[in-house]
């Protein structure tokens, strides 16, 4: 990935938005309402060593590959970032978002938060967004209410969502970057229109650039 993204006279020509937060903190819920109410944005979608779970698509939820061929694909650096988590390994195919961004699409990354640092530390254009739950508690009632998760994977996955969550409110409190927004998903309908409100101020400030 380039350290900037496209750009036509200076002006960034598409942006890289990453969406972060914790599994259960509804990031695909906020994300697929704004995708259906701004044009021009696409979802990568990642590969990933989990399991399908009922309903899931190869090529739409997620590219399912086995262990070894996730870890060939490493080592041919075929992932934009890529991280372990929960005993699974997630990452983002770099072709695909470097040919949307090329092509001046806005492209949006929903991935968890060290494959967002990674992200956020290589291209200094992108723009991430924290998804809160919130309450923790209101976060373990969403997870088991989901019903796709074992109870192990749902213990594992509120030890990890406690860490993330502890280490982005000492980010914001000590104001340090890379975290350029957070959302509390409290309600749905606003915290959408949240999202979609902060993509069009970027867009706006980049279509003023351009002038
Ligand atoms: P799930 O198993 O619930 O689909 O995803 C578990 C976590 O992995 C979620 O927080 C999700 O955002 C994150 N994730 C999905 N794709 C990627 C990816 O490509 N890279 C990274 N770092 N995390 C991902």
Redo the contacts with the bound molecule.
Sequence with gaps: MADRLPRLRGAVIARLIVI????GAG?GTLIKRVMSCLPGLRL?V???T?GRRAGERHGR??YFLNRSEFERRIEEGRFL???A??G?L???PGKAVRDHLEAGRDVI????L???KKVLSQCRDAVMVYIMPPSLEELERRLRGRG?ESEEAILDRLGRAKEEMGEVEARVAEGLPPLHYVIVNDKVNRASDELARIIERIRIKDEQADH
């Excluded at 972060?20 to 599994?23: A, E």
């Excluded at 990354?109 to 968890?112: F, K, R, T, V, Y």
């Design positions: 972060s937060g914790p599994s990031k990568s990642s590969a990933t989990r939820e997620y970032e890529w991280a988590y929960t699974n997630y990452g983002t990354l929903e991935i968890e060290e494959g967002a796709t």
